[in-house]
């Protein structure tokens, strides 16, 4: 074999050699590239995951301290009504205050001096919902009745 064959047979290996070198070199450093990217990825979904934990306590917090206001508003300060007068519904509003009627069944209070208030307890920023709010459009234009069902049990059996 002649030296330039050798030689250009042993230039293509280093060559060869080289290249495999650098590539190997370039696919180290973009594979440590993207493992530090993951790294951060989860870092941040880590960190939005321990914010969203705060936020789900921090509003169940709310909701439970809107709930026991709802509950204990009758013996609160500012409840301005009897609470015999006023019955719990919860939804779609907390009470309906028959205000007067303890006096009138006790014989101390006039039929005429009978109000009926329906009332939302609402605690922080919360505000009314849209059913609550048009249930409060209705009554304030007067769409509101009163209505008695009468049922037959001997006509509902058969």
């Given at each position: 074999?002649?030296?330039?064959?050798?030689?250009?047979i042993?230039?293509?290996?280093?060559?060869?050699?080289?290249?495999?070198?650098?590539?190997?070199?370039?696919?180290?450093k973009?594979?440590?590239?993207?493992?530090?990217?993951?790294?951060?990825?989860?870092?941040?979904?880590?960190?939005?995951?321990?914010?969203?934990?705060?936020?789900?306590?921090?509003?169940?917090?709310?909701?439970?301290k809107?709930?026991?206001?709802?509950?204990?508003?009758?013996?609160?300060?500012?409840?301005?009504?009897?609470?015999s007068?006023?019955?719990?519904?919860?939804?779609?509003?907390?009470?309906?205050?028959?205000?007067?009627?303890?006096?009138?069944?006790?014989?101390?209070?006039?039929?005429?001096?009978?109000?009926?208030?329906?009332?939302?307890?609402?605690?922080?920023?919360?505000?009314?919902?849209?059913?609550?709010?048009?249930?409060?459009?209705?009554?304030?234009?007067?769409?509101?009745?009163?209505?008695?069902?009468?049922?037959?049990?001997?006509?509902?059996?058969?």
């Open positions: 074999m002649s030296i330039w064959v050798a030689m250009l042993g230039g293509m290996i280093g060559a060869f050699i080289a290249t495999v070198l650098l590539s190997n070199l370039r696919n180290g973009i594979k440590a590239e993207y493992e530090q990217q993951i790294t951060q990825l989860k870092m941040e979904q880590q960190q939005a995951l321990q914010d969203a934990q705060r936020r789900s306590v921090n509003t169940s917090r709310a909701v439970l809107g709930k026991m206001a709802e509950q204990f508003a009758p013996v609160l300060p500012g409840f301005n009504y009897l609470p007068d006023a019955k719990f519904l919860g939804d779609p509003v907390d009470y309906v205050v028959f205000n007067g009627y303890s006096e009138f069944r006790d014989g101390s209070g006039k039929a005429q001096d009978l109000e009926i208030v329906l009332i939302d307890i609402k605690s922080g920023q919360a505000r009314l919902t849209k059913g609550q709010q048009a249930i409060a459009q209705a009554i304030q234009q007067g769409r509101v009745r009163f209505e008695t069902i009468r049922i037959n049990w001997d006509e509902a059996s058969e």
